[in-house]
């Protein structure tokens, strides 16, 4: 069974940090790229971040560009997402999700074949 388990998320106040982490299990992690999304009420999904399968690349979104870093442990079949100076308009569910996508597509949920539960990011002001 393909798990993609989102876990970390929380109440933080603006300016602080958090650490998600995404563990995966039941597919073969090392052949996927790893991307992060977020989906506030009201809103569209919104692609943050990609990891390539061999973490040798990855890619930001403008708003979170600076801010966030992405990493991944093929020992562990894990990938974080490290969000420093967290904004209030940052709240949002956090999604991670497994996939081949190519550059055109790296921050639209199309290509991502497989995807987490999602945790829950509030940032208060």
């Known amino acids: 069974e393909v798990q993609l388990q989102a876990s970390g998320g929380g109440l933080v106040q603006a300016g602080g940090s958090l650490r998600l982490s995404c563990a995966a299990s039941g597919f073969a992690f090392d052949d996927y790229a790893i991307g992060w999304f977020r989906q506030a009420p009201g809103k569209e999904r919104e692609g943050l971040s990609c990891?390539?399968?061999?973490?040798?690349?990855?890619y930001y979104a403008i708003p979170v560009k600076g801010r966030f870093t992405t990493s991944r442990d093929s020992a562990k079949n894990t990938v974080s997402l490290r969000a420093n100076s967290l904004k209030p308009e940052d709240t949002a569910v956090y999604y991670c999700?497994?996939?081949?996508?190519?550059?055109?597509?790296?921050?639209?949920?199309?290509?991502?074949?497989?995807w987490g539960q999602g945790t829950q990011v509030t940032v208060s002001s």
């Open positions: 990891i390539s399968s061999s973490a040798g690349s990855t």
């Open positions: 999700a497994a996939g081949r996508p190519i550059t055109s597509t790296i921050a639209t949920t199309s290509p991502y074949y497989y």
